[in-house]
């Protein structure tokens, strides 16, 4: 039901919901609650109507197989230097802010209330959703858009409840995105006209500036980054899967490494590709869809993604379409980060429940630009706490704005982005749960090897799959392993299936000497930037450390 706050009376409500359309607003709902007087408010509309509002105000079109096309202008990446929590007593002592951006409460008060009056009048969209597929540690989040199809995007990112539970649902957090309002630096407090700001005491995300949908999905991971240490639990960037044996393995790392791919695996249930917690009972999946990057994208290579992009209701984001509307997946002009926004059950071999027993392996995934690490390495506790803290890998062109090719970053814990928190507060949760549960550690590199960016080529996705499954499988249990002499990890010998030389990258070089050079540089790069941490972390864990080339002589 499309429900109009100023005109729709309660017999015309029953009315709508008897003729069977698929809309329907909660009964407790209501927008003027939060400040906001629209013209017309859609609640909880499905991907049907969805369609029909996006394609009646010109905000999309259709692919030949059935995909909502969209582009979002100018920002085709998250602008993670326009992101900003507000400094109050809550978060002055709880909150990393040498990672986090403050802004005044009452800057962000003026924000807020200028959005009010910016959305006064407008066609509004409603998504009542939660972030959490385990019931006690879940966030309602009631998502408002500008956009209609930034409703049919976080509908599928997140869990969708039932129908008969939306007459009870209270939110916990709220969410107001509107790309057409833009923000005043000296009034407001931020950056830019595009602004990103978190209020965890009045549980309010504003977002302005930017028709980036990614924003949403990750404003609500923010959140539960937030709330969740408290109760225990790791909150994750990572995806997850799981065998026939139940046998769960966890992915981390950023974005363009990997974790949609790898995770997406035939012979393995699908537990979410992007955001994950960690509690007592196992792993729980926070979104009810998957954010697939589709650059280069192919029937042969990822058949399960590629599958979804010729689907009703998926969202395609700055995707090319030839004459007869097909998608061109090759085709960057608009940008590298062109995305696939499905609900989870698009996926042939997804987890109905969203959840898993706890993890046998823990894989952390890097695109080294460096072209130094090998493809694949077991980590003890002590080398996992710190890749883990260090979250080494290479930003990859068109995730953020202003990243035209891959970069060499350290992101620590994966997803310092969302991490409000110290990252040793994540650390040390990890830390507890590896040891208690006898979590194997794996450090994968999805980048590049024969030399760095540039002059080396990507790691064939073929190894890459054969080494992970013969290390979810016990295919390396016996085997023979080599120490590494720059991370001092354990590196296989030789697998079935994979060619013996991609195993020991300095071979892949034609110039050994130079590959010495880049690994001295990037053990360097490690060393100065685990400095933070050294207060923070025991001996055991400061002893994992690389070795210095320069130190060991």
């Not at 939060?34 to 509002?53: C, D, M, Q, R, S």
């Not at 139940?246 to 537990?271: H, M, P, W, Y």
């Not at 009972?281 to 926070?286: C, D, E, L, P």
Request: contains cysteine; glycine residues 8%.
């Amino acid at each position: 039901m499309t429900s109009s706050q100023d005109t729709a009376g309660k017999s015309g409500q029953a009315a709508r919901q008897a003729s069977g359309e698929l809309g329907i607003r909660a009964s407790s709902a209501s927008l003027s609650d939060l400040g906001i007087k629209p013209g017309t408010v859609h609640w909880n509309l499905l991907a049907p109507e969805l369609y029909e509002h996006a394609i009646r105000r010109g905000e999309a079109s259709i692919a030949a197989g059935g995909a909502l096309v969209v582009e979002t202008g100018q920002h085709t990446g998250r602008s993670a230097q326009d992101k900003f929590v507000v400094r109050d007593a809550l978060t002055e002592d709880t909150v990393w802010w040498d990672n986090n951006k403050a802004m005044d409460p009452l800057k962000f008060e003026r924000l807020h209330q200028d959005m009010l009056e910016h959305a006064s009048g407008m066609e509004l969209f409603v998504q009542d959703l939660y972030g959490g597929a385990d019931s006690e540690n879940r966030v309602a989040a009631r998502v408002v858009t500008e956009l209609a199809w930034h409703s049919l995007f976080i509908r599928n990112l997140l869990i969708r409840p039932e129908r008969a539970a939306l007459e009870a649902y209270a939110p916990d957090m709220t969410i107001i995105d509107l790309p057409s309002f833009r923000a005043h630096p000296e009034r407001h407090g931020c950056r830019t006209e595009t602004v990103i700001a978190c209020d965890f005491t009045r549980r309010i995300v504003l977002i302005a500036g930017t028709s980036y949908a990614g924003e949403m999905k990750k404003s609500v991971f923010t959140y539960l980054n937030f709330v969740l240490p408290d109760k225990a639990v790791m909150p994750m960037h990572c995806s997850a899967n799981v065998g026939l044996e139940e046998d769960s393995a966890v992915f981390f790392g950023l974005s363009g490494t990997g974790k949609t791919t790898l995770s997406a695996d035939s012979s393995r249930t699908l537990i979410g590709d992007d955001e994950h917690g960690w509690g007592e009972t196992g792993i729980f999946n926070f979104e009810g869809g998957c954010y697939a990057k589709t650059i280069r994208l192919s029937a042969e290579a990822e058949p399960e993604i590629f599958a979804t992009t010729e689907r009703f209701g998926t969202v395609l984001e700055n995707v090319i379409l030839d004459e007869n509307r097909v998608p061109d997946f090759d085709d960057a002009s608009l940008t590298e980060n062109t995305r696939c926004a499905y609900p989870l059950d698009f996926i042939p071999n997804a987890s109905s429940t969203g959840t898993a027993p706890h993890p046998g392996n823990i894989v952390m995934l890097t695109a080294d630009a460096f072209g130094v690490m090998p493809p694949i390495a077991k980590m003890t506790p002590a080398q996992a706490m710190y890749h883990f803290l260090s979250g080494y890998t290479a930003k990859v062109a068109g995730t953020e704005k202003g990243v035209t090719e891959p970069q060499a970053t350290f992101s620590t814990c994966f997803g310092a982005p969302f991490m409000p928190r110290h990252p040793s507060e994540y650390g040390n949760l990890l830390r507890q749960l590896i040891s208690t549960h006898g979590v194997n550690c794996w450090l994968v590199n999805t980048g590049w090897t024969g030399g760095a960016h540039g002059t080396g080529r990507r790691m064939p996705i073929a190894a890459t799959r054969a080494l992970l499954s013969a290390a979810l499988h016990g295919g390396l249990d016996d085997a023979e392993f080599r120490t590494d002499a720059n991370f001092g990890f354990a590196v296989p010998v030789a697998v079935e299936g994979v060619e013996t030389a991609i195993l020991d990258p300095r071979s892949t070089w034609t110039d050994g000497a130079a590959y010495d050079a880049a690994a001295a540089r990037l053990v360097g790069m490690f060393i100065d930037n685990f400095a933070k941490f050294d207060d923070h972390v025991d001996n055991e864990i400061r002893a994992a450390a690389p070795v210095s080339l320069q130190a060991a002589e």
